[in-house]
């Protein structure tokens, strides 16, 4: 058993989302978060990316516990699959347990879930939990000092320095400044805005221009933010009521969260604002504002079917107002644009983040993580959240502040960092990385699948079917040439012909030698087929002998 504390890192260093790390001591694991990730568009057909947690899930025995810091998707989207493996206890402050559990029972898993304040001090196996408040996008947030017997680790989660946040729940500098008094030993801070000037603007500041626009729209408002942005939905339907508008939710995530955040006092909207979908048809045009989701373009959210035309009860007409009041996440920006572009050839009005002031970061910009260091006054940091050049911009940061560079530490998803009396080592990396979910499986779709996605769409695929006699090895029928993705048949007839007959040569030849191994067989269709298509076209589609015995 290692000595020492350790802080294994699984995900979201290098990146944004995928958020988890866990805390070992004295032979037992705290999980924090357990986020997800959306792919890119390389990885052809898969639905989600989450963290490899078999670190955790090969030990399950030694769990104590996961403690998730707000309800984002990229901090407990994947707790559903990991509490399949992992049959833990769940912390959490109210909004995101309830956040939590909508998610869980999608999925039929069971856990047990237990509230938690902010602040508040916990005991969770050897482990001493302070949890306190941090303002972000989403109510509830949380940052957590972990207080080990080899020093205290100080992890503030996404927040900002929000002085006039809707919800009047600001960052508890107070209590982290205690902390700070008493000693923080290793500082995690979140990195996303290290890149950004200042200090972020406040969500209030949102809700005027949302305002501004619902009583310019001249028909139906279209508005579209994360679903777990309930600070956004609630200037949304701030706005709705201030200009004499009703709103429907739509989209099954958006859904839930409204009915959680309504039930639990987060979201305080008149009964009488909001209505059913069914009934929108039924209210003036410039009585209506439509709330979705799919911000990101996704392929099949709400927002993606309406802006394609597809969306079986929501149509958008020339002079109607669409709002994406959410800025892309890294990656994302071409299906987002895509989803633009499709409403302005709709003739509606599109606003968006980028130019229209309908969005503001959850995450602390420049100056207020200086702020953050300087509060904190850590003896060593590690920058958390964000892609390589976020966590580079927050280090020197640091660096301007006076930390030495020996104290900074730039770690990696699969990095175990080791702390001990106070002090700060590397120790040895951990498996870590990705685990890709299709539909509702996971774990089914790996490197070796994308690669032959990948060359699919590239290149298409040509099946190739023989018949042999299995005693002499005589080709009796085809070859069979079957194209899809790669030419068409109709009009390539002749190069077909021409590919068949290299893939006969190559047969004759192994039938004078009677060779009649399916392997063999199938080995010479694929050689002869590729290199001829090679030399006539340098491409390389996917080939697919089918051997057919009698």
């Avoid at 866990?22 to 057909?45: C, M, N, Q, R, W």
Wanted: net charge negative.
């Amino acid at each position: 058993m290692p000595s020492g504390t350790r802080v294994i890192f699984l995900g979201g260093l290098g990146e944004v989302g995928r958020n988890m790390f866990v805390v070992e001591t004295a032979g037992s694991l705290l999980v924090i978060d357990a986020g997800l990730s959306f792919p890119g568009d390389e990885a052809l057909g898969v639905d989600l990316v989450l963290p490899d947690f078999s670190y955790v899930s090969d030990r399950a025995k030694d769990c104590v516990g996961v403690v998730l810091t707000h309800g984002h998707e990229d901090h407990v989207g994947a707790l559903s699959w990991f509490l399949k493996e992992v049959e833990v206890p769940v912390y959490g402050t109210p909004l995101t347990l309830g956040m939590a559990r909508r998610r869980l029972d999608e999925f039929d898993v069971k856990a047990q879930m237990i509230e938690i304040g902010a602040p508040e001090t916990r005991e969770i196996g050897p482990f001493r939990c302070r949890f306190m408040a941090m303002s972000h996008s989403i109510p509830d947030a949380i940052s957590i000092a972990i207080d080990t017997p080899d020093g205290r680790i100080f992890y503030t989660g996404d927040f900002k320095l929000d002085q006039a946040p809707i919800d009047g729940r600001r960052t508890d500098v107070e209590s982290i400044g205690q902390l700070a008094a008493e000693g923080i030993d290793l500082l995690l801070s979140d990195s996303t805005n290290a890149e950004d000037p200042g200090h972020t603007p406040s969500e209030s500041l949102v809700g005027d221009r949302l305002k501004e626009i619902f009583e310019g729209a001249q028909r139906r408002v279209v508005a579209a933010c994360f679903a777990s942005n309930l600070h956004r939905i609630q200037q949304l339907c701030d706005a709705a009521e201030a200009t004499g508008r009703r709103v429907a939710f739509v989209g099954r995530s958006m859904v839930a969260n409204v009915e959680v955040g309504r039930e639990l006092g987060h979201l305080k909207v008149r009964s009488d604002t909001i209505v059913p979908l069914e009934d929108i048809d039924r209210l003036p045009p410039d009585r209506v504002v439509i709330v979705c989701t799919g911000s990101q373009g996704e392929p099949l959210s709400a927002l993606s079917l309406i802006a394609a035309g597809e969306h079986k009860a929501i149509s958008v007409s020339r002079n109607d107002t669409v709002v994406l009041s959410a800025s892309p996440i890294p990656g994302n920006e071409a299906a987002v644009h895509r989803v633009m572009n499709a409403f302005y050839k709709q003739g509606a009005e599109v606003f968006h983040s980028e130019k229209d002031g309908v969005h503001v970061s959850g995450h602390a910009a420049r100056e207020e993580l200086l702020e953050m260091l300087r509060l904190t006054k850590p003896r060593h940091f590690i920058p958390v959240h964000g892609e390589f050049r976020h966590l580079i911009a927050h280090t020197k940061l640091a660096r301007s502040i006076g930390i030495e560079e020996e104290r900074i530490t730039i770690v990696e998803d699969g990095d175990v960092i080791e702390l001990d009396d106070g002090r700060v080592r590397r120790g040895e990396k951990v498996r870590a990385g990705t685990v890709l979910v299709d539909g509702l499986g996971v774990g089914d779709i790996g490197p070796v699948v994308l690669r032959d996605r990948r060359l699919l769409a590239a290149d298409g695929f040509i099946v190739c079917v023989v018949t042999i006699d299995s005693r002499s090895g005589e080709l009796l029928a085809g070859p069979d040439l079957i194209s899809r993705g790669f030419i068409f048949e109709d009009e390539s007839r002749e190069f077909l012909e021409e590919a068949a007959d290299r893939v006969e040569d190559a047969l004759m030849a192994l039938e004078k030698e009677r060779v009649t191994d399916w392997t063999a067989i199938k080995k010479a269709c694929r050689r002869s087929l590729g290199e001829f298509i090679w030399q006539e076209t340098r491409r390389r589609p996917m080939i697919m002998p089918i051997v057919t015995e009698v």
